[in-house]
């Protein structure tokens, strides 16, 4: 790994390599032109440095200068022009990186004059900290001229300098690789102003307005270009940043009578754009493309207090060989829902972490979404970001959105049980000239309660509240501008997922609740079968309570874990159950099943319990392990997932534990046909 570099670095290059004469060509010595010599040693790993040709101008100088500018780049031009970066090799061999006259058939790299690449300088590299890429400063135009005495009369770089990024990686992994392939990248740009943009001078009209002291504008050898230089990468507690300097604020010098170019910078600071590497294996050959993950046109920069992450749709056709299509906004992760037309992602926010707030009343409105859409193509593997909007309140899941004709519909709570104040509302939210605008809203629903769970089903939906008691409220959303409540179900408990068995029928999952006046505690697991066919008048048809306060499942809090076999009428949950509470905030003292329960459910008959599959040994006193102090919303049962296999004649479940997958027969749950350990035996 090439170190970063420092004064040191460059004190032990000297003792490894030495210089050509004054006003020679650069040449150089090493190890293996001065085999046994101490003077020159062998390095087991590259170095990269700076070296100048220097001016051979005995009047100001009697050798050439090396690595001046890596310290300071106050004038690169003053100490010669012809300014290289260059990599000095454990065999000896000393490359030039950059410039190269291959750099000059790249268009746009760098603005120095066809041909004359001994303008150029290259001052400050810097390692980055994975040792992989090498950054740099270049001054395109690194002018030096003098007077027939010897004294520099002209010394400044009208063009400036930029910021480089070059990609090491290929020359580490390789020694043989040529320098002239390794990957170059521009990071900055300057735009010059005015007529005299191809002109080394620029006309007194633009210094005035360009030059960084106005009161230099009548001296033509004042006026330096915009410098962007000292490139360093910084890790930070919010991601590794780029920090460099530049003189692009223009600011003036202190001093009006100081007569030298400004030396003013200002310190500046960046996120790097994510880059994406695309690995296409054609007849087992890998093709390896890489890039940025889009164009710097195509970023979104939040500012919505979103952050400084990346957040890339990235989109593939998995049926051919082909390349990535990515579209990229600057912001959070958030919750993903997608249809057929729109994927969107919402993200949380809280007036008491941003100093910027979307609301007159941060107290009133103390929670906010923001909702990112982008725009997929059927068929395609096209995407793009469509627009931005926010609705009030914090969304709770990705079932707490959906799109149904174009409209967006979405479920939020503004505060959190028990905080005074707090409430829901559902908003609907349509794409008016790329911004995603609130068209139709339900405020103040359900005062004191939060949100638990949120279904959509085309015109209707479900929105389930919970403080003391669990109220169902139906919505009717066939008007996007108007929407409104049908009806309010009150029923013990609460529902932490709803899932729809047709389009009249509920199957929700969620917990028991013992009233206590001014709040509930919550009790054991508790399934419901829902008939929703009536908006206006919702009912229970049956329900199921498991275990007592302590139990848990993690399909309480993950939907991919509540496995629902309509086929078959069958429902697989991972489960932990405990027994023996008391009730109010007792918990049970013994957890009696750890493993998968398997019901048959159906409209009519309600919930038939056909068996459980065993993960774990039930607690006994001489066995115990704390097993039953579970919170409802930290789900922790020994399962996580299952899979129904059935024939026309057979029903297996594979119930899968971190540790073990059991495979068995539905007609004997509790004896596994077969076991796989998924970790190794001791």
Known sequence: MIPHLSLRTLLALSASIALAPSGAAQDWE????????????????PVAFVANAGHADPATETAPHFGLDVISASNPSEHGPDGGLFVFMPDGRVAKLFPLPEHEAVAGLIDTPLGELGRGAVVEPNVSEDGQTLYFAYFHDATWEHNDGGYQDVKGSFKGADLYRLDLRPLLADPGFDPALLPVKRLTFKEYTGPAKADVFQTTEDKVRDAVNPDLAANPIGYWGTIDMHLIEMRTRSGLKAVWVSNRARLANSNS????PNHNFNLYIADFLPDIKDTRYINGTPNLEEGLLDSCDNFYLSQAGDGRGFLGLVSFDMSQLGGLNATTIVGKPGAVYASHQALYVAVRHYSSMMSRW?????????????LHKFALEPGSIQTAYAGSGVARGRILNQFSMDEHE?????????????????HSILSVLAEQEGELVVVGMVDNIAPSEDIRSVRFNGEVGFVVTFKKTDPLFVFDLSDPTDPVIKAELKVPGFATYMHLMDDTHLLTMGYDAEEMGTFAYFQ?????????SDLTNPTVLSEETIGTRGSTSDAATNHLAFNYFPQRDLLALPMTICEESTGGSSYGDMMSFGGLLVYRVTVAGGFDLLGGVPHEEPETIDAYRSAC???????????????????????????????????SDLTDLENPLVSIPLVASP
Do not use: C
């Open 406 to 422: 174009g409209y967006l519909r979405i479920a939020t709570s503004n505060g959190q049980v028990p905080s005074p104040g707090v």
């Open 524 to 532: 054991g697991l508790q399934l419901r079968v829902l008939d929703v």
């Open 358 to 370: 979307y609301f007159e009343d941060p107290e009133v409105n103390r929670e906010a979404t923001t």
């Open 257 to 260: 009578w100081f007569g030298d």
């Open 30 to 45: 090493s190890w293996t032109d001065h085999p046994g010599d101490p003077r020159y040693v062998r390095l087991d790993y």
């Open 629 to 663: 102090s579970n919170w409802w919303t930290d789900s922790n049962s020994k399962v996580k997932r299952s899979i129904f296999m059935s024939s026309d004649t057979e029903d297996f479940v594979y119930s899968i534990a971190l540790d073990l997958i059991n495979v």
